[in-house]
């Protein structure tokens, strides 16, 4: 099993920064690719990045391209997601997800990732 843990939410104003990050632990030699999620009170969860664990090709939703980075360091087995020019339709919890060896190939489907974070709170204010 991989366990993930989400960390670096918080309160921001509108056009502000924040990094999240996520720690990976246990087989972490399974995992082929991390995702973030998020989602907003009343809406579903959807995707936001991607990156693939070695390459470390990146996919983007269009709603944050250009203003969001994932990023990973293998050897901490943690990838990390920076935010700028927050805005308050980013405001939501983020959720950081694993997909490993076996699982269906993708990255944009919640379906893929097997092991999941408990989420973490990101707040934009305007």
């Known amino acids: 099993q991989v366990q993930v843990i989400e960390s670096g939410g918080g309160l921001v104003q509108a056009g502000g920064s924040l990094r999240l990050s996520c720690a990976a632990s246990?087989?972490?030699?399974?995992?082929?690719?991390m995702g973030w999620f998020r989602q907003a009170p009343g809406k579903e969860r959807e995707f936001v990045a991607a990156?693939?664990?070695?390459?470390?090709?990146?996919y983007y939703a269009d709603s944050v391209k250009g203003r969001f980075t994932i990023s990973k360091d293998n050897a901490k087995n943690t990838v990390y997601l920076q935010m700028n020019s927050l805005k308050p339709d980013d405001t939501a919890v983020y959720y950081c997800a694993a997909r490993v060896l076996g699982s269906t190939y993708g990255y944009a489907s919640s379906g893929v990732y097997a092991y999941w974070g408990q989420g973490t709170q990101v707040t934009v204010s305007s």
């Open positions: 990156i693939i664990w070695s390459g470390g090709t990146t």
């Open positions: 246990g087989r972490t030699f399974s995992i082929t690719a």
